[in-house]
């Protein structure tokens, strides 16, 4: 598990395609949360493990990231869990339309893959956190600081 606060900086300004890292959503006691992950056993799991706590509510599920994108700018969740591995759209192809659709939304990106795999692409692109899937118990306690009240 990971949590970055790098920013991007250059000179003459960010460089093309590059995001800061970003900010904490405004605190809330209660997050919105977007689930995406093409394996439809995951996204029930993980909206098990996060509705049983009373910081979250799971609003919506997406299964590639051409949905991920559409939900994301439909609903405007307050944080999404985003796999990379997925058809039609991977994560990291995602990830910036995703910010895009959904500016105010925490990004994190949870994987099969090692975090040494996409850790750093996928916070150079903006994502918040980066936690593996045999970690995915711990998506309430990362998600919680970055978009609750204590």
């Given at each position: 598990m990971s949590l970055?606060?790098?920013?991007?900086?250059?000179n003459t300004g960010p460089a093309?395609?590059?995001?800061?890292?970003?900010?904490?959503?405004?605190?809330?006691?209660?997050?919105?949360?977007l689930v995406v992950d093409d394996e439809?056993?995951?996204r029930l799991?993980?909206?098990?493990?996060?509705e049983v706590?009373?910081?979250?509510t799971v609003i919506g599920e997406a299964a590639d990231g051409l949905h991920a994108v559409r939900l994301a700018?439909?609903?405007?969740?307050?944080?999404?869990?985003?796999?990379?591995?997925?058809p039609n759209m991977s994560g990291m192809e995602?990830?910036?339309?995703?910010?895009?659709a959904a500016p105010d939304a925490v990004v994190v990106v949870v994987s099969a893959l090692p975090a040494e795999v996409h850790e750093d692409g996928a916070s150079f692109l903006g994502a918040a956190?980066?936690?593996?899937?045999?970690?995915?118990?711990?998506?309430?306690?990362?998600l919680r600081p970055l978009c609750c009240t204590p």
């Open positions: 970055r606060g790098r920013t991007a900086q250059s093309v395609g590059t995001r800061p890292a970003r900010e904490p959503v405004g605190m809330r006691q209660q997050c919105s949360v439809a056993d995951i799991l993980t909206r098990m493990q996060l706590d009373d910081h979250f700018g439909e609903l405007q969740p307050d944080a999404i869990l985003l796999d990379l591995l997925m995602a990830l910036p339309l995703i910010l895009d956190a980066y936690i593996t899937k045999e970690r995915l118990a711990d998506a309430a306690a990362v």
